[in-house]
């Protein structure tokens, strides 16, 4: 269970961190952000992808922190670069996965 | 009728113990139409109504046999390896329930009941935990009712009469003592204007 | 010999007709009338303790029937004195 | 690993992971209602800037009782994460834990003397219904099952499949009393807007911070006893998911509905709850369930 | 079924008697939590409650009497003791005096209060409480007429007849009622609005705990 | 002989039940009553619990005083609400 | 052992009898509106359930039955008094709506010359408390108190004597720790279960007496003559 706590507690520190970071950034009220940021995509897609499919504690925590990061930005921004990076986490999950069943 | 209406008749505190009635007569009812019958292998048994009194027995329908303080009696309890000196208060009888015996053969409920006996083997004994349960339950009651009657219901402090009595007494004391207060306040005066001169 | 069930039967007739009267007789919207009808069921049940040989529990009986009595006559004069409408 | 070890972590995971779900719970509330919402890692944040606020006492509370009462509820829950997910043991010992949850809901509520907390201390005494529920529908599992240790129910699932499939109307009433203590549920009368914060109005500083604390732990417990005693062995991915489907149903649901009045929420409950109750006598009474 | 399937492994027994008091460890939590919430209120002073006045801004202080409070503590710490025993008795009349006699005490423990309307529920909740002598006693009695035993442990090893089932139905009814949840809510409800918490948190511990132990009591009888 | 007196205590209980039921007068409610008792210790001399006789005989009185101090305290209750006009009926 | 076939076939009728008496008891609940009403009909109630009880025909049924009735007694007394306080809180609180002229809160003594109040009483009651000592337990104990509240009723003493019922209060209140220790005695040392006995026996004795004796004092208030 340690690596559990471990995924959850690096989670909830990136998302700290991300929600920190984006009030650094933008203090405007709120506004429903449309413009695509890539580098936050680049670091969402490497933090779940990493996350998911790394099967080493050290790199999904790392991942973990990375997702938490883009995911915990203050409300409006965030939200397609985690959703983009959740989906092809889970495509390239879904293919690592096929092969190891088969064999 | 909407079911809204009927939630709230049922939050109403005065509706609830004859809905509480209602069920359990239904359910008492229904209990007419389930099988009933007695399980002949109980503990505790018994002989047959008036069979001892025929026969014409001292302790008439509580002789459950045994010599007092030698041999135990003949009962049947849940756990016997629980109960060390299990009967022997059956067979045991206090002097004056002795004396009582040798006199009449129709005192069987009284001489078996005072202590020792059959029912307070298992009223102290067997099942000695319930009649604690019972005899606190009994203590608890009456040590609500005395304790509002003590201070509310039979107060008398607050009885109107008894308050008017009271000013009426309290009235007269003031007045006396205002009257001592001033007859020592004219004699003081008088002892005073003595001295002066 | 005497008769245990004829004695039991009329106890538990007595207790039903008590208990149909306690509910329902005449005259029972006054509370005296109805403490006083729970006595027939209450003897009736004496007479079913006593077809049983219950006899102790006989005796508690009696004895806590008159408390109970005096307990309920109590509460019915206190509110009648208090002019209560319960 | 050792067991203190073991509780120790089950214990974090339960926080965190609760606190998130409720976060998620929360957004998924405000995007229904077309809200931003907060960001999801605030209710963590919530629960941890509270151990740092200054605290103040009311000057009515009965003392004991209202610092008391705070580690109690957070105790009750962590007893409640070892009964369940560390040791798996008696369903009936987590059926105690919630029952002692709804008492420590009432006298949060009355010890602090304020009338707001009284009023949610009597609605807590009202919604005592919801217990009936889950009674029914532990006893459910047990008559399917036949034991009540969670180890056993879930190999019980392992050979004849989840339970959700064999009861389903008991997993319904289950669900029932996972949405009375979702927050803004139509049923939690406790926590009515009308009552200010319900029973935890006059709870201020770190008391507040141990009742966040112990309702991120008790909402994950819940969830956790839902998806294990209805949807046999699932890892760990499967519990995530399940939490968060849940987690997602039941803010859809509240955003949507109305709070209901003290009563109507009880009858209602226990309406649902007697349905549920005879549809799945029947179902095994006839045979239905193998 | 036996005690093991329900509350874990048995860890001990006392004696009495006819009456064995069970350990497992679902009774033995049920019974920590109860004695520990009885010492809590032991130890505690009762809070002042505040409430607001109808039409106006400020707030007025219930006032409740000093010999008011110590008899309230006295009857409250009793239910604490007394629904603490019920949780780890093994026989089932014995259980069912537990149960009167905590449903005596809740009545007592707001006896003295000046609401009417709290009076009022405690009135109504203890015609409840005396009608529930009936299927207490009465189911408990029905069960041993079945089956010829009080104590759980043969019991939980009997099969349940019709008769069993009749005098269950009774005992759950009588338990629904004396502990008032639903739909007899309304009855216990309105006792909770008075001052003085520690205590009256025993009214609502106790009747919860009750109904809990009733289930672990009902199973053992009918299965 | 024994077959006699059961009709006896059968029949004074019988009377008794009705009188109390069907009678008007609080008084001659209290006499059924008493009819009623006197049924029930011949039940119980019957039975042959003489102890248990003699308490019921005892018991009889005193119930019976009872209802007497009852009754005429209500009596007098009642008519004072007559008297002062509150009470209509 | 078996229960005799007597027992048996006594059941049905007896548990037959119990079931019907309790529904005519509940449903009069059902359908009355008044709270006395009910509170009296409550009674009938607590006989069905001797009915049930007492059908099982074992001496654990009458060893059952016994506190039962106490059981009774005891919640009677003690819901009647919440009843008058309720009433009378409501009185208290909106004196004009509630209390008439010729009523009153406390109860008024009245004029009642009754011969028998001065000489049976005392009679009576010395035989029930003696008979009632002999019996010791339960059943002592109810039959010594109706001789203790028959003894207080009589005397023509009003105002209630609250020292006295402190008084009473402590006797009975040692009288149950005497039956608590009698109690332990019996397990824990159970040679000498004589002393053990007598200490149950007479303690159970001294308090319900003592108890119930307080309905007298109570009852004094209400039915008794100036």
Redesign the interface.
Known sequence: ??D??IY??T??AG??LG?LYSYKQHGEP?V?VTKFNVPFAIVSIAGWVLGFCSGNVILSAIGFLLA?FV??????YGRKETAVGLIIAIIVYVLLKRPLCMM | MRI?AL??K??KPKNIPRLFAFSLGIILIIGLIVPLALNPDQLYVRPAPQEQVDEGLAIAPYDRGGVPLKEPGNIDPQYPENAESLGMITGYMSPLAEFVSSISPYFGTSIYSSPGGLIDEILYYTRGFDTILESSILMMSFIIASWLSINYTMNRKNDEDEIKKDVKKAIDDSNRVASHVKANDAKARAKQLRRDN | MISVSLFFYFGIFLAIVGSIATAWGPGVSDPVVRTFNTEIASIGVCLVLLCYNHVLALLTLLATTVIITLILFRAIIRLEEMGADV | ?NLMA?IL??V??AF??G??LLGLHRKVMARVQKR??????QQ??HSLKFFFKETAFP????????I?IVF?LALIWV?GVIVGPVAK??L??L??VY??Y??VE??SG??????YG?LS??????S??T??PL?AA??FV??VT????IGEIITYQSVHGPLIYSIPLAALMFFMLILTKSPYSPFAITKDKVLISGFETEHFGFLRGFMLFSEAIAWYVLLWVFLTIFFGPLN?VGYLIGMIVISFVTGFINATTPLLS???S??T??TIGAICFAGTALMIFTGVVA | ?DFV????NLLGTIRLGDIVLYLT??SL??FA?LL??TV?IG??????????TMHYLN?TEVKVGQKELKQRRFLAVICGIASAGAMITGDLFNFTLFMALVGILNIGIVSAVKQTSVLDSAFNYGLIAMMCSLPLFGGAAIILAATGTLSLAVLSQMPASPMVVLGAVLMLLGILGES????F??S???M??T?G??Y??II??S???I??RA??IL?LVL? | MEFLVSIIAIALMVIGAFGVIFMKKPLDKIIMFDIMDAGFVLVVVLFKYLDVALFAALAGPLSTLVFILSIVKIKEIRTDKIASGEAND | MFVPQAFISMYLPAIYAGLIVGFIGTMAIAINRRELHILILTDIVGLAMIFVVSAVGTDLAEALILPGLVVELAETLAISEILITREMRKIEQDPRANLAKSSSIFPQAFSLDMEIMTTAPNFIALVLIGYGIFLTGFTGGAVAGGGIVLYALSKKARGLPVLMLDGIAGVSGIAWCLWIIGFLLFFVAPQYWLLSLFLAACGLLLKVASKVGLIGLLMREDIDNE
């Open positions: 269970m340690l559990y706590m959850l507690i989670f909830a998302s700290i929600l709120f429903a938490g995911m915990g930005e203050r409300p409006g | 809204g939630w709230n049922l939050a | 690993m073991e972590i089950q974090i995971i965190l992971a606190s998130l931003p919402g907060p960001p999801i890692v963590l944040i000057k009515t509370v009965s003392k004991v009782f209202y008391g109690i007893v043991d008696s009936l010992i059926f105690g029952a002692v709804k008492i009432h006298n009355s010890s602090s003397g304020s009338p009284k201390c009597v609605r807590a005494v009202l005592a219904a217990e009936l009674f532990i006893v047990y008559m036949g034991t009540m240790n760990a003290p009563n109507h009880v009858m409950q226990i | 079924m399937t329900l509350g874990g460890p679902f939590f049920l939590v520990g919430f809590l130890l505690s002073k009762p809070e002042t409650q505040v409430e607001a707030n008032g949840v639903a739909p809510f309304a216990k409800a309105e909770f609005r001052a918490s520690p009256i948190v609502h511990l009747s919860l705990f109904i809990v289930v672990e199973l299965w």
